[in-house]
């Protein structure tokens, strides 16, 4: 690396997006509830066409990595430049 070359990044923002992915998800648990309701209300020759509608709760486990690794290489970006900031001095 030459010398003055740096990484900025910017946690806030990280953070900012984990949390609008966490209301995503959010959402997506609520629609799954709502179709798990429909579920138990609908027959046998509906519930093909519903079982195509379920790719929500599919990816909500995705989705939640997602927020965790955004928060926690926010945190371990800041834990590392509390480090070099020790350095520094």
Do not use: P
């Not at 990280?14 to 995503?24: C, D, F, H, K, T």
């Not at 195509?52 to 909500?60: A, F």
Request: net charge positive; aromatic share 8%; hydrophobic share 35%.
């Amino acid at each position: 690396m030459q010398s003055g070359t740096y990484i900025q990044v910017d946690t806030g923002k990280m953070r900012e997006y984990a949390n609008r992915l966490e209301w995503v998800r959010q959402k997506m648990l609520e629609i799954e509830q709502s179709v798990s309701h429909v579920y138990l209300n609908t027959k046998k020759t509906e519930l093909a066409r519903l079982m195509q509608t379920d790719t929500l709760s599919n990816q909500r486990y995705r989705l939640q990595q997602c927020i965790n690794w955004l928060r926690d290489t926010a945190a371990d970006f800041e834990a590392v430049e509390r480090q070099i900031a020790v350095f520094q001095v």
